[in-house]
C-alpha cells in the first residue's frame, strides 16, 4: 500500500475564516498529519492535526483526536464562486469534502452562476453529493439557465436519499426538457417510490408515446395500472412489452420474466404461478424460475419444490442442483443438500473447486468424513503438491487440457457402473451407441447405473431422457468430459475420442464405427496426410470393435494399418442400430408416423443423399431442385440428410418433408418403402428390409475420381441414374408393381455385407462386453516389429531403412513403422522416401502431444538442457511420463521387436527405451556412427541419448569397426555393459540396384558422364560430416594434372551454398557439378567411372556397398565405417587430408586399379542374418 493509501480524511466546512477537518494515517493512527488549504488548487494555509473532535467520536474513535482547524488569511474578493479543498502536505493525498466559496455579490455576474453549476457538475462526477447539492443551489440561486441544472440538483438530493425533495427538481427538470427520455424516466421512477401511483401512470404513458420501442416503458406502465386496479390496460401494456424484448422470452415464461429482471419477486411469483396453471407441467425452467423466485424471497420450503418439479422434468442443468442444495441446506437437510450439490458437480461442464467444497462441507456435516475428505481433495485439479510454478505452462490452452486430462488419468477411480456413449463426436444422441443405450436403459438390472451422453448441443436431448436423474448430459472437450473418460468403466463411441485419451487398463471400450463404407476411408482415401491417425490409434486402445462383414472389417483394420496389432475383439456381428429397424414396434412406427404428420397410406419415400464437406450454395440449390423434383401425389416423400443441409431445406415451402433429427435414421426407416440415396452407406443399413433401392448418382464419374469408392455402379442393390427424371419415372414404376421388385443385385449383397443382421446384434454386443469375459485376440504366427526411422530424410540412414524393411521376410514378420508425420510431410524429398516401404510396412503416425504432469515436463527440461539426470528418483517420473505416452500412441499393441532405427531424436529414444510397458519387448538401437564423437563435435544433445542407452537390450552399430569404437568410448564413461553392444551390417538390395541403374530416364544431368572424360562420383548430404571442402579442393590438384576428370557430387544439404561458391572460386565451374538430390541415383553410379568418398567419419557407408554392388572402383578416406567395408582389396583406401584423397584419385584415373570383386547377394544373406539374430 503506498502513502497515500494509507491516509484518509475529510474538509467539514469554512466558518468564520476557518476550515475545518480531521485527517488520520491508517498505519499510524497517533501521528500529528500536515494539512495543506487550497482555493483554486493554489495552497493559501495549512496547519497541522491534534485538534480535539468529540463529535466524530461515535463514528471512529479513532479520529477523535485527529480534527484540525486552520485559519485562512482574509480572502481576496472574488467575482466568481470558488472551491476551497484540503489535501494531506507530503503525499499530496486530497482529502474528501469541498467548500464553495460564493462570489462578492458587488464584483458577481451571471459568471458567478456558472462557475457554481461546473464546480456542482465537477463535485457530481466525482459523487460528492454534498458538495454538488451545495453547488447546485448556489448557481439555481444565482440565476443559472443550464436546461440540466434542475435534473443534476433532483438526482444529487435523490442519492442523498431525499426523494420526496427530488420529486418536485424533477417536475422541474422535465417541464424545462419536456421531451427528454431520460429525465422524464426518473420523473415516473421517482413518482412511483413516493406512491404517486395516478402521476406515475401519466409519465409512463407519456414515456411510451416519446420512447415507442422500449419494453421497459410499458413493463413499467403495466404494472402501475394493475395497481389502481385496471387490470384490462395493464395486460395490453404488458403484452406490448412482451412484444418489443425478445431477450427475456416472455412467451415462455410470461410477464413474471419482467418481474423477476426487476426484483419484484413476489410480483414475479404471482405471474409465474399463473403462467404454469396455463402452460402446465410442459417448462420445467418456468418452476425454475419460480422457485428462484420463492429463494429471493427466503422462503425456502417453496423454492425446495419448484427446484425439485423443475429438475424432475429436466435435471440437465447442474446450477439448478446447486441453487437446491442450497436451499435444502437452509432447512438444515445436510444429506439432501449434498446430494443436491453432489449432482451439481456430476453436471458441471466446467471444474468448479467451490461445487466440490461444498458437498464436502456438507457430507462432513452428515458426519461421514472420510467422503468429505475426499472431495476436498478432488477441489483442486492439481491435488498434487509439486513445488513448481505452474502458471506460465497453463496459460497454453493445449498443455492445459492435457495436463488436466493426466491428473484425471491418474487420480480418478473407475465407476464399475457408469457408461459413456459418444455418437459423431457429440453432434447427436443416435447411431450404435444410442441404440445400445436403448437396450440397457430396458434392462431392470441397469436401472441404478449411470449413463453418461456426450452431446454438444443441448437443444438436441430427447425430451424423454431429460428429467432422468441416472442420465447425465456432457459437452465433448469440456472439462466434465474429461472427468467421464476417466472414470466410466465402459466407453461406447462409433467414431473416435481426443487424441489425448488412453484407455485404462479395467475400462471396457466398445467401437462400433458408423456403417459399412461405400466411400473409401482412411488411408485409402489416399490423401497422403495420415489423416486417419486418431481413428488408428483409438483402435488401438479398443477391447471390442464391431465389423458387420469382412468388408468393413478390411476397411477398419487394413485400412488402419493396424490388422497386424489390433489388440482388441472384433465382434463379428450385425449393428446395433439396425436392431432399430428389424424390431420397431408397431407402437414405434405409429409414433414415427405422427412426429412426421403422416395420416395417409400411400407408400413412403426417403430421400438421404451422403453429406458433401465440400458443398456450395450451387449444390444446396440443386439439391433443393432435385427434391422439388421428386415430390409426387403418389407417395410420401421425406428427406434425411446433414443438419446444415435440413436447415436449408427446411425453409421450403414443399411437400417433401425435411425429418425432424429427434427421430433416429435407423428407427425412420423402419416406416419406408422406398430408399433413395447416393454415395451414402445408409443402404446398407436397409438392405435387411428387403424392400427397393434406387441410385440417384449424377457426378459419379467425378465423385469417384475425387473422393473413392469401394463398389462400381455396377454391383450396388439397385439402379442408378442420372438425372433426377429418370430416377423418378422408375420410382413410380416400381411403386405401381404388386410385389416389391427387388434389384438383381439385391439378394447377392443381402448375403455379402448383412449376414449378422436378424435383430438380434444388440444382444450379441451387450452379451460379449458384459457377460464374457474378455478374449485375447488370437496370437499371430508373425513376430511384430515396430520401427522408428526418422523423418525419412533423403540420407544413407534412410537408404539403409528402407532397404531392411524391403528385405525383411513379410511371412515371419510384421513391420509397423512409427512416425512424426509433420517432419515427414514437410517435403516432397521425405514424401517420396516413405512411398517406398507402404506396400512393405504398415505404418503409425503420432498424432496430439504428451500426456504431461508439471513435475514430469520440469524434469524432461532439465534432461534437455544438461543433457542427464543425476539420480534414479529423477528417472522414475521421467520414465513413467514416457511409459504413459507408449501407451497413448500405441495404445494396447504388442510388439515383439522395438528398433529405433533413427537413434538421434531424444523424445524417441525416450519413448522406445525407458518408455516401453512391455518387458518382454527386445529394444534395440541403432548407433549409425562413432556417437562419442558425433557429440563431441556436431550434437553435444546426443549425451542425454547415450545416457538413455542402458534402457535399451541392444546397442547396434552398423560394422564391426564402429562396434568397436563405440564400445570403447561409452562403455565405461556411461556404465554400459559391453554385452549391449553389437554390430549389423547395413541391407542391400542387389537386384533392385541393378534395375535402377538402367533406368536413365529417372536420373537427371547424365550429359556430365561421357566417353571423353574420367567422372568421379561422390553422394551423401551436403553437411561437414561428409566434407565436400576437402574433395573439391583434393579435385583441384586432380584436375591440374589430368584436364579429363569430372566430379559430379550428388545430394542436398545446408552447405549447397557454401559448396558452390567455392567451386567458383577454385574456378572449376566446368569441370564440377552440383548434381542435387536423385530420387533414383544409380544411373549415375553405372555411367560414373569411379565412386570417391570423403567423410571424415562415418558408420558404414551405405554408397560404399552401392558402389561395390554396380562393380565402380572406390577412392576413400580411411576412416572406420569405409574401412570395414573396403578393407581386403574392395577398394583404395587414403589417409584423411585432401593431398592422399587427391594422390589416391589420380593414381586410380592413371592406372585403372582393379580391386576385389564384390558378392552382393552373399553381403545382403548375411547382413540379413545378423539382424534376425539381434531381434
Partial sequence: MSAKDKIIGFLDSYQDGHAHGWALNTDMPEAVIDIEILRDDQVIASGKTGQPRPDLEKINPAIKNQGFVIKIQSLERLATATILTAREACSKKNLEGAFPLPADPALSSKKDADSFYMSGKQFFDTKDWKSAESAFKEALGSGCEEKDLHWLLATTISRLGRTWESLNYYKSAHSADPKNVDKLLELARTQERMENIQDAIESFQKLCTLDSKNADHYYSLGCNLRKIGDIDASERAYNKAAGLDRSLNIKKFGIGAFHARRGAWAEAITDYRHEITIQGNTNPALYYRLGMAYEKMYLWNEAIQYYKQAIALDACDHYWHYRLGLCLERCGLWEEAAQSILNAVRRSEKFEPSLYAKAAELIAKTGNLVSSNQLFKQSQLLNRDYGIDATKDRQNEGFRVTNDYTELYRGNELDARSILYESYHGASISCNP????????????????????????????????????????????????????????????????????????????????????????????????????????????????????????????????????????????????????????????????????????????????????????????????????????????????HYFVEDKLSRLKSNAQVVPQEIDTCELLSIVDLLITDYSSIYFDFLPKKKPIVFYVPDYDQYKAE????????????????????????????????????????????????????????????????????????????????????????????SSFINLIKSIDPNKYSITVAIDPAGVLSSKDRVDQITRILPHAAIIARCGRMNIT???????????????????????????????????????????????????SQFWTSLLGPGVIDLNSKKTIYLHSNMHEEMKTRFPNLKSIISLYNHYDGLISVSANVRQENLDALSSRFSIPPSKFRYVSNTLLPDEIHDKSIRHEECHNLPWTSEATYTFLTLGRLSPEKDHEKLIRAFKTVHSRNDNARLVIAGQGPLRSYLDSLI???????????????????????????????????????????????????????????????????????????????????????????????DALSYAKNAMNQFYKEI
Fill in 854 to 904: 508439471i513435475e514430469e515436463k520440469w524434469i524432461a527440461a532439465k534432461l534437455s538442457s544438461s543433457y542427464s539426470l543425476d539420480t534414479e528418483a529423477l528417472m522414475r517420473p521421467y520414465q513413467e511420463s514416457y511409459r504413459r505416452e507408449f501407451l497413448r500412441t500405441f495404445g494396447y499393441a504388442r510388439f515383439d521387436s522395438i528398433i529405433n532405427f533413427e537413434g538421434y
Fill in 1064 to 1158: 567458383r572460386k577454385l574456378d572449376l565451374v566446368e569441370y564440377v557439378f552440383l548434381a542435387g538430390q536423385q530420387l533414383n541415383p544409380f544411373p549415375l553410379f553405372a555411367k560414373a567411372d569411379c565412386f570417391v568418398l570423403s567423410s571424415n567419419h562415418e558408420g558404414q557407408g551405405m554408397v560404399l556397398l552401392e558402389a561395390m554392388t554396380l562393380g565402380k572402383p572406390i577412392v576413400s578416406t580411411d576412416v572406420s565405417g569405409p574401412r570395414s567395408v573396403l578393407e581386403g582389396g574392395y577398394g583404395m583406401l587414403v589417409n584423411n587430408t585432401a593431398t592422399a584423397l587427391a594422390d589416391g584419385m589420380s593414381k586410380i584415373l592413371e592406372e585403372r586399379e582393379q580391386f576385389k570383386t564384390f
Fill in 707 to 798: 473422393r473413392g469408392l469401394y463398389f462400381e455402379k455396377s454391383s450396388l442393390p439397385g439402379s442408378s441414374f442420372d438425372n433426377i427424371a429418370a430416377t423418378k419415372n422408375h420410382i413410380q414404376k416400381l411403386l405401381k408393381q404388386e410385389k416389391s421388385a427387388l434389384h438383381a443385385n439385391h439378394k447377392s449383397c443381402l448375403k455379402q455385407f448383412s449376414k449378422y443382421e436378424d435383430g438380434t446384434a444388440t444382444q450379441t454386443v451387450l452379451a460379449a462386453i458384459f457377460e464374457e469375459p474378455s478374449k485375447q485376440p488370437k496370437a499371430s504366427q508373425k513376430k511384430n516389429l515396430l520401427f522408428f526411422a526418422g523423418a525419412f530424410i533423403p540420407n544413407g540412414i534412410t
Fill in 434 to 641: 444410442y441404440a445400445i443405450f436403448r437396450e440397457l436403459d430396458g434392462k431392470p438390472e441397469f436401472s441404478e447405473w449411470t449413463h453418461v451422453w456426450v452431446i454438444n448441443d443441448r437443444s438436441r436431448i430427447p425430451s424423454e431422457l431429460r428429467g432422468r436423474s441416472n442420465i447425465i448430459f456432457v459437452k465433448k472437450e469440456s472439462d466434465l468430459y474429461r472427468h467421464y473418460l476417466t472414470t466410466c468403466k465402459y466407453l461406447i463411441n462409433n467414431s473416435t475420442f481426443p487424441t489425448y485419451f488412453m484407455r485404462k487398463p479395467d475400462q471396457v471400450y466398445l467401437n462400433t464405427w458408423h456403417g459399412t463404407p461405400q466411400k473409401t476411408l482412411f488411408k485409402d482415401i489416399n490423401e497422403g496426410e495420415f489423416g486417419h491417425k486418431n481413428i488408428a490409434r483409438n483402435f488401438l486402445h479398443c477391447t471390442h470393435l464391431i465389423a458387420p462383414n469382412t468388408h468393413t472389417e478390411s476397411v477398419l483394420l487394413d485400412g488402419n494399418d493396424i490388422s497386424q496389432i489390433y489388440p482388441g475383439q472384433i465382434l463379428r456381428t450385425g449393428y446395433p442400430r439396425i436392431d432399430l429397424m428389424l424390431n420397431a414396434t408397431p407402437e414405434v412406427k405409429s409414433r414415427i408416423l405422427k412426429q412426421l404428420n403422416i395420416t395417409n397410406r400411400k407408400p413412403i419415400v426417403l430421400f438421404a443423399p451422403t453429406y458433401r464437406e465440400k458443398q456450395t450454395d450451387a449444390d444446396v440449390a440443386q439439391l433443393q431442385s432435385d427434391v422439388e423434383s421428386l415430390v409426387s401425389s403418389e407417395y410420401t416423400l421425406l428427406f434425411r440428410g
